[in-house]
Each structure stands twice: as structure tokens, then as C-alpha cells.
């Protein structure tokens, strides 16, 4: 079998950002894998007019090495578009261009395969390596070793409990999550009525399109005390940086289980320019007394559906009056995120994996997940991490730099240098007591 120094599995944009930092790395021969036939980045989600909610500088390599060819500025140069993207001052991007963007690396990066699905990983003490076997669409079986493997796996959609048993195909197109919108979008747009829970930026955009449509009333129902904007000051993005992590990571179990309750706003808001666009929409379509295409409900939880051949009943509460009512809908569509999940392929390592006590990863400052000692080699993850390193594991700020990090963890040595101090703010104690009466000057490019 072929032995490769790295294996990705899974082939999003954060495996995608370490493959195209591996590309050309000498020393370092990389494989990944992906079961679908071609890159695709939520294609559930790729309304004409959404924009990612991080600048372009995001992209799969700038953070960690700007000169890579791999830059979402040499994809412009590639097809002929850095003219129209300047003209166009635009610092959030398309999120049809990102996915566009994101492909034509994975096209073109030799170290990407796709149609091969992951069937199982598990260690083979004779090779002192991770025996990784995966199979196309079309039945083929290989097997492959691997002395390290990086798990990319993604996260899947999370159902609230009362919409569970209706996510069947006698239901398909009228109860579904976000991420398969688009699929359904003519038909819930010509349905009379369609509610949409969840209160984040896929919430928002599913509603504003719907709105746009001009077709159903639209009911927006959230858990969450309001339908807030995320926090993007310049001081509260801080929380996206390298510092932030090194702290959080500090923290006792429970606190991090705290902040990562609280801290919503940082990473399941609402960008200000949706908000406003409905509100927007809400105000023309209401000129001449109107009544209103929409109605907008926070603070509720949906805690039963009961369906019938004319639709559901939802069964509400709403937390801060603890008063519970009943709302009748035509469709559902749940737009309430997603989190990691345990991949099956993952079975034959279970015993050797070090999981905490609610069953998640135990994960290093590197990535690294604790393993057996028995096991040589080295098993790393990307987006999986919330509990362990905070609200930046599943934003596309950090992911360069936690690919450089995991790149450099891989070979062994510094391949691409990542700065751990980059942030204004101190997170936590200071590390010395601040002097006493008048302090003395520091240079403009110091941090504490």
C-alpha cells in the first residue's frame, strides 16, 4: 500500500485550506479524500445576493501564506476579473464566487480526490501507521496508510426534536433544514404560509428570499431574545484570533461551556445589511396600510408538530412569558445550524481515542486529538473543536492559520510561521502587574 505522510479526510474549505498549504511542501506527501463527485460549499445556501459574513482575505491562504498561488487574488488575476473586483470595492465577496473559488483549487490541486468516500480508518501496529480505506461511487476499494490523518469531515445539519419525525420523504419539500433550500424554493415559494425557525444568518436569508418572492407569509420564530446582529466591531472580532484561543483554552470545562452558550452573537448573528434588507422589505410592501407579508416572533421555542393532509400545527412556548399557543403552517423550514458529529468510519479507533465525558474530542493546542499511547501516529481535526478552542472554530478568519498550524505540527518543523499574538486585548489576568504612577511610554507596535 501507498504510505503517505498525510491524509485528509473530508475535502470543505478548512481540509481545502491545508491541502493547498501542503501543495509544493517538500517532505510532505498528502492525500485527500472527499465521497462526493466535486467540491461543493452549501450549495443549499447560494441565493444570488448572499455574501460571506468574513473580507476576502478569508480565503484558503492568505492568513497563513499570501503569496500562494492559491490566493483568492490570483483567482481573480486567473479569470480575468481583478479589474470588475476593484471596481467594485467589495471587501465581503459572493458566496456563489467563494464556492466557485474554492473549486477551482480543488480542481486543480493533485492532491485532491474526489468520489471517494471514507469507509474506515483504523491503526495498523505492523506499519506503525493509519490504515485508511475508501471506495468510489461505482464500488471500487482502496487502501491506503497513512502516518498522520486530519479528520474535515464538516458538520451536519441540527433539527430541533419536534421536527425530527417529520424529516421523511412523505414530507420532502415542506419540513427540511436550511441546507436544502434551494432544492425546494419553488415550491415553498408558492406555498400560502412557511415558517422559518432559527434566528441566524441562514434564518435571515431564507426569510429575505422568501419575502423577495413575493409568494407565502412568511412567520420567523427564535429561541433567541431577539433577532440580533452579530458582533463585528474591530475590538469584539478580536475573539477570532490566535490570543483569544490561547486563553480559552485556559479556562476550566464549565466556564468554556458558559462563554460558548453566551457568546451567540459572535458567531449566530445576524449581519446588520440583512437586517436591515427585510426590515427594508417589510416597510415597502406595508406603503398605503398593507398588511404586513411577515411576522416576526422571538423568544419562542417550538416544542410539537403535529401534521395533517393541510399542513402542520405548531406547538409554541414562549420562554420569558411562559405562555405556550399553537400556530397553523403550510411548510417548515428549520435553519438551525450545525455540529460536529462522530463519523462511522471512526469505529474501528473508538477504544483508542481519548473522549471527554460528553463524548467529543479530546483536542490539543496543535489540533492534535488525544489517542492511546499505543498509537504512534497522529489524528488531528478541524471543526470539531467549539468546546476546546472557542467561537472561532467554525469561521473562515482562523482557517489558514489553524491549517499552517496543523501543517507545521505535521512536518515537524515551522513550514509557514504563525504569529500567537496578534490581538489588542488581553484576554484574561495580565501576566506581571501594571506599574505603578507614571507609566512609561511603549512603541506603537507593542502588545500586551
Not at 446588520?272 to 419562542?300: F, N, W
Not at 477504544?351 to 498509537?375: F, S, T
Request: overall charge negative; glycine content about 10%; aromatic content about 10%.
Amino acid at each position: 500500500m501507498t504510505t503517505y505522510d498525510l491524509v485528509g479526510v473530508g475535502i470543505g474549505p478548512f481540509n481545502l485550506s491545508l491541502a493547498a498549504l501542503c501543495d509544493g511542501v517538500p517532505g510532505v506527501r498528502s492525500l485527500f479524500l472527499d465521497g462526493k463527485r466535486a467540491f461543493s460549499w452549501h450549495p443549499g445556501l447560494l441565493m444570488e445576493g448572499t455574501v460571506l459574513q468574513v473580507p476576502f482575505l478569508a480565503d484558503l491562504v492568505t492568513m497563513a501564506d499570501p503569496t500562494s498561488p492559491w490566493s483568492y487574488l490570483n483567482y481573480l488575476r486567473r479569470h480575468d476579473r481583478m479589474f470588475p473586483f476593484f471596481f467594485s470595492e467589495r471587501f465581503h465577496i459572493p458566496r456563489r464566487e467563494y464556492d466557485h473559488y474554492c473549486r477551482w483549487v480543488a480542481e486543480r490541486l493533485p492532491s485532491c480526490r474526489f468520489d471517494a468516500e471514507v469507509t474506515g480508518l483504523e491503526w495498523d501496529e505492523a506499519a506503525a501507521a493509519f490504515a485508511v480505506t475508501y471506495r468510489s461511487s461505482a464500488g471500487a476499494v482502496s487502501r491506503v496508510l497513512a502516518r498522520k490523518v486530519v479528520l474535515g469531515v464538516g458538520t451536519e445539519p441540527v433539527v430541533p426534536g419536534a421536527l425530527r419525525p417529520l424529516t421523511t420523504e412523505a414530507h420532502a419539500g415542506r419540513v427540511l433544514h436550511s441546507a436544502g433550500y434551494l432544492a425546494h424554493r419553488d415550491r415553498l415559494a408558492a406555498a400560502p404560509d412557511v415558517t422559518v425557525i432559527g434566528a441566524g444568518q441562514s434564518g435571515a436569508e431564507v426569510v429575505l428570499d422568501l419575502l423577495r418572492s413575493g409568494g407565502p407569509f412568511v412567520r420567523w420564530l427564535a429561541r433567541t431574545p431577539a433577532f440580533a446582529p452579530m458582533e463585528y466591531s474591530k475590538i469584539g472580532l478580536e475573539h477570532f484570533t490566535p490570543d483569544y484561543i490561547r486563553y480559552f483554552r485556559g479556562l476550566q470545562e464549565a466556564e468554556r461551556e458558559r462563554l460558548v452558550r453566551e457568546q451567540w452573537q459572535l458567531y449566530k448573528g445576524v449581519s446588520t445589511e440583512t437586517l436591515a434588507d427585510i426590515h427594508d422589505e417589510l416597510y415597502e410592501r406595508t406603503i398605503g396600510g398593507a398588511e404586513p407579508p411577515a411576522a416576526l416572533h422571538p423568544g419562542v421555542e417550538v416544542v410539537a408538530v403535529d401534521a395533517d393532509a393541510d399542513g402542520y400545527t405548531l406547538t409554541c412556548r414562549h420562554g420569558p412569558q411562559e405562555a405556550g399557543f399553537e400556530l397553523r403552517t403550510s411548510a417548515v423550514v428549520s435553519a438551525t445550524g450545525y455540529a460536529a458529529a462522530r463519523p462511522a468510519f471512526l469505529e474501528p479507533l473508538s477504544d483508542l481515542i481519548d473522549w471527554d465525558g460528553k463524548g467529543r474530542y479530546q483536542v490539543g493546542g496543535d489540533y492534535r486529538i488525544a489517542l492511546d499511547p499505543r498509537v504512534s501516529g497522529e489524528l488531528y481535526v478541524q471543526n470539531a473543536e467549539l468546546h476546546t478552542h472557542g467561537v472561532g472554530t467554525p469561521d473562515l478568519t482562523l482557517g489558514a492559520w489553524r491549517a499552517a498550524t496543523i501543517l507545521n505540527a505535521v512536518a515537524g518543523r515551522t513550514v509557514l510561521p504563525v504569529p500567537d499574538r496578534v490581538a489588542w486585548t488581553t484576554f484574561g489576568a495580565p501576566l506581571a502587574p501594571e506599574p505603578t504612577g507614571l507609566a512609561a511610554p511603549r512603541s506603537a507596535g507593542s502588545l500586551r
